[in-house]
């Protein structure tokens, strides 16, 4: 049988802006088609951000999340709510989506750490609104707060609900905070570990960088643990390969690239997921569905959510 890898599909997030590139969505029904999108190219999850539909900023807010997930149930994926929101809101903010809705999966960063958005100013110069311009230059002074104490209380206040989590790890620093979580009683079952590479203030994009973060993942989990990777911008279709080879899983998405190749702008996150079915196929392996990823990570169900 074929290897089974779980793709995972960011439909929008909170980095990129509007003015970035007329496909991000933004709009609740952009947001739903954008999910539908996914879905049906092959995405078991689809991890979600809300925005302010008319100004393109990031929504946090309990409203703007239930007027997405509803519809994006219905694609029968599992459901994965952000918790880390946007780097300029507190925790509070960022956890209420998840505390709210139950869902089955919720993303949590494994720590604080400087995310540095500005350097896109050089690519983008001529943003058309301002809150766009000031959203890459205030991250010149911008550290994005995880502590322990946050930690502690995302987990705290979700685990309880039978949420389970998509740690996101920027740096080898983070996998370390995990197994201290793990030891403390915080975290319980299989861990499934998202390393993220290339973002500015975190690890680089190399192979190099990537064969540090799995060794690191090994040493302070062992094997009882589901790696995942998303690489950055033009970094993501290289090191999604670089994981399906060394037996690790993917996302992609708008979140994380806004490209489907060198100058192209991706119109869906669908493009991205095409190219990584066809990378899993050259290698043997095919893209796990909903449920089969719902039984790897130990899921409670889409029936046991509040939406």
Not at 170 to 199: C, E, K, S, W
Not at 246 to 275: C, F, K, N, T, Y
Request: aromatic share 6%; with cysteine.
């Amino acid at each position: 049988m074929s290897r089974k890898v779980i793709v995972t599909a960011a439909l929008t997030g909170a980095i990129h802006t509007p003015g970035m590139s007329p496909h991000l969505p933004v709009t609740p029904e952009q947001i739903v088609a954008e999910g539908r999108r996914a879905a049906e190219a092959g995405a078991a999850i689809l991890h979600i951000h809300a925005r302010d539909p008319e100004s393109g900023r990031p929504d946090q807010s309990v409203e703007a999340f239930g007027r997405i997930l509803p519809a994006l149930k219905e694609t029968g994926a599992v459901l994965n709510i952000t918790t880390g929101g946007s780097p300029f809101m507190k925790v509070e903010e960022r956890v209420a989506p998840a505390a709210h809705f139950r869902p089955e999966l919720a993303s949590l960063n494994m720590g604080s750490m400087n995310f540095g958005l500005y350097p896109m100013q050089a690519r983008y110069p001529d943003l058309p609104n301002e809150w766009e311009n000031a959203h890459l230059e205030g991250s010149r002074d911008l550290v994005f707060r995880n502590t322990f104490a946050d930690i502690e209380h995302v987990l705290g206040t979700c685990a309880p609900n039978g949420t389970r989590f998509e740690f996101e790890c920027y740096d080898t620093a983070h996998l370390r905070n995990l197994r201290h979580m793990i030891d403390r009683g915080f975290v319980t079952g299989t861990p499934f570990v998202q390393t993220v590479f290339g973002l500015l203030g975190g690890i680089g994009a190399d192979p190099e960088d990537v064969t540090v973060m799995r060794a690191m993942a090994r040493r302070q989990l062992g094997d009882d643990h589901l790696w995942s990777v998303l690489g950055a911008g033009a970094s993501q279709l290289r090191i999604a390969a670089m994981s399906a080879a060394m037996g690790g899983h993917v996302r992609v998405g708008l979140e994380d690239s806004l490209w489907a190749g060198p100058g192209v702008l991706a119109e869906s996150a669908a493009q991205q997921i095409a190219s990584v079915a066809s990378i899993l196929d050259g290698l043997g392996m095919a893209m796990a569905t909903p449920d089969e990823a719902r039984d790897m990570l130990g899921l409670k169900g889409a029936g046991e959510v509040n939406f």
